[in-house]
């Protein structure tokens, strides 16, 4: 089992960059498949990207090329720069972590953390 704890989300203005963190506490981090998604206001909540434990990494097509994800197994964190912010961003993003080795639906990252906020001022 896996805690998750996200961290460093605030009120920037539209072009501004953003890192947020995710520390993570439990046994065999490494091991999890990792990551971020975002919900908005009256919204489902949205995949942002994700790495997995095999090494790839994946990103929506709205954060590919301003967003990057990292991890530090050694710190059991992962991380989400944002750079390029824009107002449609704005949204509570929340780290996962899964099982599997690949996850490709939602439905597979059992563990989340409690989200911080991120917004965006045009």
């Known amino acids: 089992q896996v805690q998750l704890v996200e961290s460093g989300g605030e009120l920037v203005q539209a072009g501004d960059s953003l890192r947020l963190s995710c520390a993570g506490s439990?046994?065999?981090?490494?091991?999890?498949?990792m990551g971020w998604f975002r919900q908005a206001p009256g919204k489902d909540r949205e995949f942002v990207a994700t790495?997995?434990?095999?090494?790839?990494?994946i990103y929506a097509d709205s954060v590919k090329g301003r967003f990057t994800l990292s991890r530090d197994n050694a710190k059991s964190t992962v991380y989400l720069q944002m750079n390029s912010l824009k107002p449609e961003d704005t949204a509570v993003y929340y780290c996962?972590?899964?099982?599997?080795?690949?996850?490709?639906?939602?439905?597979?990252?059992?563990?989340w953390g409690q989200g911080t906020q991120v917004t965006v001022s045009s």
């Open positions: 790495t997995w434990s095999g090494g790839n990494t």
């Open positions: 996962a972590a899964s099982r599997a080795s690949t996850p490709v639906t939602i439905a597979a990252y059992g563990y």
């Open positions: 439990g046994r065999a981090f490494s091991s999890y498949s």
